[in-house]
């Protein structure tokens, strides 16, 4: 062909990359690679194949690994992580550094070998992937120079089991690995079964970098091998993966004291308004749902477009498919690659088959492994293919009239990982971005990552973030566990005493007192064995009520952090004026003399979280484009919360009053042993301007009504402060909505010191969206 002709037709060429050097070093290791553990690669054990998707060719044989292996593995790890916590951060932070100059220097064989094993397009692994894992281990080298400083209070969690999927195997590598050393973790990283061989050749240069024998141990196989990992002696998980297997994690770790954070499944919206570049948003929409062929945990899969622009932007979409080219992923000209997995692609054409709708797919796609691109519109909501993740390079597409629908529709979906909008409005993007339900959101752009910008979702999407100082956090714990709970039984009697007025026993629901649903209630009796009150005994039912109550309170969650403040701070100087009488309450209730301090320190509280109301509002994020990368808090949603029975004033102060000052609706169950100081209460938050719903108080038993928030599908995260045997039930029962939950696994907290307003509680009261505004012309 000559350059006439080239310029005639504008065809493109083919841009064929050689694998010789990646092959290479697979032949250098003799084509079967045994597991890396203490610093060693072991001798391969039983074996499988790990192939080419693109061609069918096997690369290597990989070991599965075994139960012994993955105990060798986390024993290496235990061994090493004392020291390597004690060399310091900046002792740490060189190592990283030299990972992130390897990981450079070896870019192309990374990008190579990620796209042979793979199958996604190599200009994909290099331009990405391979630059965003790089960037990762040089912020975190940044982040462990500055630990001594920056992390005061905080050390590593310990040993680290991490398990990642096919589908960006080194960059997820690099988000869990990367943060984990930085803080003074080990790890123990399984690689997904398909697409082991860029962790292999890390764990390669993490020798030629010096690395200490056992920090970084790399165990690969199956899903049994993942399994083991969950239930071996690790002090944290760490999984990025589908929502059925993230939940089963959440059900195997519960009650172990193990920490956990999942990045799961995801259906994120992709919406066009109106005024949108249509352009620019088809170009856009190419690369977010069509980059590495669709299997993409936030890929933009549901394509949602106004009304009036939608047969213009759909003629636009079609016509710019019919030019992307599929084939051989390691020709630079193609645009998507193979899958990475006949049976993923049997998958997706099953899911596919099963659906209606119009449907356009990208011609002149080779026979193999590949899926051609494909567009199917019509659909309703309630379509499966609507609803559930394909994970592969399909899109479905609906029309909506006003923003507000568009939201309706964005949100309806149990997923909530990432969005997008499109509009050259910028007050429109703005006004809709925080309105959806995701862990990230991208304004006229898609696909934008870095280091210091976390990422993770909510909802189905998992809990917990992946970069910025957020990923940091989970990576560490408090230095020092406080000391085991002490069970506390009410007091006992059978005497009464004169009451001159009888006071109904009622919970405080949706800002009225609610006689309890079952119509029960309890004597409480002093130390004495003198009766001084009735509680009511709440049900499932109560529980359900005051649910309902706090959803309908979204315009506490909406008004400014300003007038919260205002309302806290109303709250706090009413309960300053009834300190007296509270403080006889709580002697009487609990036998001590401790009631003056306690309503002292609560009334404290109240002022310490109104203050930082408008103060814990999120930052912006220096990352390496024109534009803004801001990380918001925002408030969880509904928060259930099990109040701890020692200090039935301040316990419950404790709990509610960050909930409430980041905007959260609550649902607290006070001290099972001295529930009668929430009358008391009642009347102080109904004479506060606390919005009904926003606070509803339930007393009864701790273990019922737990059970019951933690199986609620509408509450979005359960706190509980309550007994040690609490713990295990709540996590596991959470599993059914993967709502987050802090439980105390038996060690309570210093309420009456720094340790009852930590950051924690913060931390815990809101959610991190990232919402990514680039600018420029």
Known sequence: MTVKDIFENMDYGSAPESAGDALAWITDQGARFGLFIDGEFTAPGDTFETTNPATGEVLADITQATTDDV????????????????????????????????????????????????????????????????????????????????????????????????????????????????????????????????????????????????????????????????????????????????????????????????????????????????????????????????????????????????????????????????????????????????????????????????????????????????????????????????????????????????????????????????????????????????GVVWVNGTNMFDAAAPFGGIRESGFGREGGPEGLWAYTKPAEKGPLVTEIAAFEGDSAEPQPVDRTAKHYIGGKQARPDGGYARNIYDASGALIGQSPIGNRKDIRNAVEAARGAKGWSAATAHNRAQVIYFLAENLSARAGELAKTIDRMTGQDTGADEVEVAVNRLFHYAAWSDKFAGDARAVPMRGLAMALREPVGVIGAIAPNEFPLLGLVSVMAPAIAMGNRTVIVASEAYPLITQDLTQILETSDVPAGAVNLITGPHAELAATLADHADVDALWSFGAAALAGDIERRAAGNLKRTWVNHGHGRDWFGPDGQSRNFLEEATEVKTVWVPYGA
């Open 71 to 438: 105990a060798a593995a986390v024993a290496a790890a235990r061994a090493a992580q004392p020291e390597w916590e004690a060399i310091g951060g900046p002792a740490r932070a060189r190592f990283l550094y030299a990972l992130a100059r390897l990981l450079q220097k070896h870019s192309r064989l990374f990008a190579v070998l990620e796209t042979l094993d793979n199958g996604k397009p190599i200009r994909e692994a290099r331009d990405v992937d391979i630059a965003l894992a790089h960037r990762h281990f040089y912020y975190h080298a940044g982040c462990a120079q500055l630990e001594e400083t920056q992390a005061q209070g905080r050390v590593a969690q310990g040993v680290c089991g991490q398990i990642i999927p096919w589908n960006f195997p080194l960059l997820m590598l690099a988000w869990k690995v990367a943060p984990a050393l930085a803080m003074g973790n080990t790890v123990v990283l399984k690689p997904a079964e398909w697409t082991s061989l860029t962790a292999l050749l890390f764990a390669d240069i993490c020798r030629q970098a010096g690395l200490p024998k056992g920090v970084v141990n790399i165990v690969t196989g199956d899903g049994a091998v993942g399994e083991m990992i969950v239930t071996a002696d690790v002090d944290k998980v760490a999984f990025t993966g589908s929502t059925e297997v993230g939940r089963k994690i959440r059900q195997a770790t519960a009650g172990s004291g193990k920490s956990l954070t999942l990045e799961l499944g995801g259906k994120s919206p992709y919406i066009v308004f109106e005024d949108a570049d249509l352009d620019s948003a088809i170009e856009g929409l190419v690369d977010a749902i069509w980059f590495n062929g669709g299997q993409v945990c936030c890929a933009g899969s549901r394509l949602l477009v106004q009304e009036g622009i939608a047969d213009r932007f759909y003629a636009k979409l079609r016509a710019r498919m019919d030019k992307l080219r599929v084939g051989n992923p390691l020709d630079k000209s193609i645009d998507v690659g193979a899958i990475v997995h006949p049976e993923q692609l049997a998958r997706i054409r099953a899911m596919v088959e099963a659906s209606g709708g119009d449907m356009h797919q990208t011609a002149g796609v080779p026979e193999g492994c590949y899926y051609a691109p494909t567009l199917i519109t019509d659909l309703s909501n309630a379509d499966p293919l609507m609803q559930e993740e394909i994970f592969g390079p399909v899109l479905v597409a609906t029309t909506f009239r006003t923003p507000s629908e568009a939201i309706e529709i964005a949100n309806n979906t149990r997923y909530g990982l990432a969005a997008t909008v499109w509009s050259e409005n910028i007050n429109v993007a703005l006004d809709v971005a925080p309105k959806l339900a995701a």
